[in-house]
């Protein structure tokens, strides 16, 4: 009933920046929390930034002062800018939304097929 799809992401150096974003779409009647989490190979996914549809923000100790989110609620899509990259930052990244889908009362979690980024060393 709702979909995420994500674009952005690719390689880049270590220092560089990337961008991704995700759009939210089907049957949906409000979104509470967008965010993105990665994954890395071998470790466990973590998240990496949220924001509520207030636009208040929350993110992981390792990419404050680097990443940004941001959120258009109109759209139905978040962002995340992605700066200074190291090669830890290197994961695949994952769209995820709390949504209400029209008929119901409750939110779901749902989540993107994931987007990969490399930033070599």
């Known amino acids: 009933q709702v979909q995420l799809v994500e674009s952005g992401g690719g390689l880049v150096q270590a220092g560089g920046s990337l961008s991704v974003s995700c759009v939210a779409s089907?049957?949906?009647?409000?979104?509470?929390?967008m965010g993105w989490y990665r994954q890395a190979p071998g470790k466990q996914r973590e998240l990496v930034a949220a924001?509520?549809?207030?636009?208040?923000?929350n993110y992981a100790d390792s990419v404050k002062g680097r990443f940004t989110i941001s959120r258009d609620n109109a759209k139905n899509t978040v962002y995340l800018q992605m700066n200074s990259l190291k090669p830890e930052d290197t994961a695949v990244y994952y769209c995820?939304?709390?949504?209400?889908?029209?008929?119901?009362?409750?939110?779901?979690?749902?989540w993107g097929q994931g987007t990969q980024v490399t930033v070599s060393s």
């Open positions: 995820n939304a709390a949504a209400q889908a029209y008929g119901r009362t409750w939110y779901l979690d749902y």
């Open positions: 089907g049957s949906i009647f409000s979104i509470n929390v």
């Open positions: 924001i509520t549809s207030g636009g208040s923000t």
